[in-house]
């Protein structure tokens, strides 16, 4: 997925299985770096491998301190969270006990990382190192990621706060996601944000048959919890600020309107 795409909301409902182990934005180095960039693709690679097998002990551990600090990785695992919340402070910390986060890790049979900072294209190989690899690709209007981006300061600093970059990642994955669509149905999952907010369950349903659980019952509750706490479907969106943010919405339109209409927006 990508920066402000409610793949937040998404990885608490897809953690919420009984035996996922959820590995939240590990990938915070690639936030400074083109999705093109060779780094990006090195440190995606180098990282991602340690995290499918579960091994904490060879991950550097001032990176795992930063990204549990600032991305809250970890803290976003409610497998973990519980342990990491009694201590938050950098020392005696149990979630920087590496040897335990491995032990721990390794007893769920589901591992989920939450990526938004890598191209579809720097992690599409694993479907054929890995029998049981699934990718699901995140989608949200473009339109809406802007809204939500430019709402905040320190995205509009970064390579976050780049239109064009935004649109350009949109195209590169759209351009893998057809031919994964027709080579691997089995094993690539598009979906967009606004399905899910209008048909939670049955895009719910969908998401576990494709994952192959049989028992939904964790998810539909987590769906539940979510639509209760947090008025899912009733969220403000760009639409509701459409005066104000009509000279962004056509800047978007402009930028990223082909890939909007393959993707099945309307302009």
């Known amino acids: 997925s990508t920066s402000r795409s409610g793949s937040t909301t998404f990885s608490s409902i897809l953690s919420s299985l009984s035996s996922s182990f959820l590995h939240y934005e590990p990938l915070d180095d690639n936030s400074t770096r083109s999705l093109t960039d060779p780094q990006t693709t090195t440190f995606t690679r180098d990282v991602t491998d340690k995290l499918l097998s579960c091994n904490y002990t060879t991950i550097d551990l001032e990176y795992l301190k930063h990204i549990y600090f600032k991305n809250h990785y970890l803290r976003r695992n409610n497998k973990v969270s519980g342990i990491c919340r009694k201590k938050r402070e950098k020392v005696n910390n149990p979630c920087f006990n590496q040897t335990l986060m491995s032990e721990l890790c390794i007893k769920y049979p589901y591992q989920m990382i939450k990526y938004v900072h890598v191209s579809l294209a720097q992690v599409e190989h694993y479907l054929d190192e890995y029998a049981n690899f699934k990718i699901i690709w995140l989608v949200r209007d473009p339109r809406a990621v802007w809204y939500s981006r430019i709402k905040k300061s320190w995205c509009l600093s970064r390579i976050c706060g780049d239109l064009e970059r935004l649109c350009e990642s949109y195209q590169i994955n759209w351009d893998i996601s057809e ?73 978007v339109e402009m930028a990223c309107g082909g890939v909007m209409r393959n993707l099945g927006y309307n302009i």
């Not at 907010?197 to 998810?219: C, H, V, W, Y």
Request: charged share 40%.
């Open 179 to 251: 031919r994964l669509r027709r080579v691997k149905p089995e094993s690539f999952l598009k979906l967009r944000f606004e399905d899910f907010q209008a048909r939670p369950f049955q895009e719910g349903d969908r998401i576990t048959k494709f994952l192959g659980i049989k028992d939904s019952a964790d998810i539909s509750r987590r769906i539940v919890l979510l639509y209760k706490n947090t008025n899912l479907t009733t969220k403000k969106d760009w639409r509701d600020d459409m005066i104000e943010f009509d000279y962004s919405r056509k800047k």
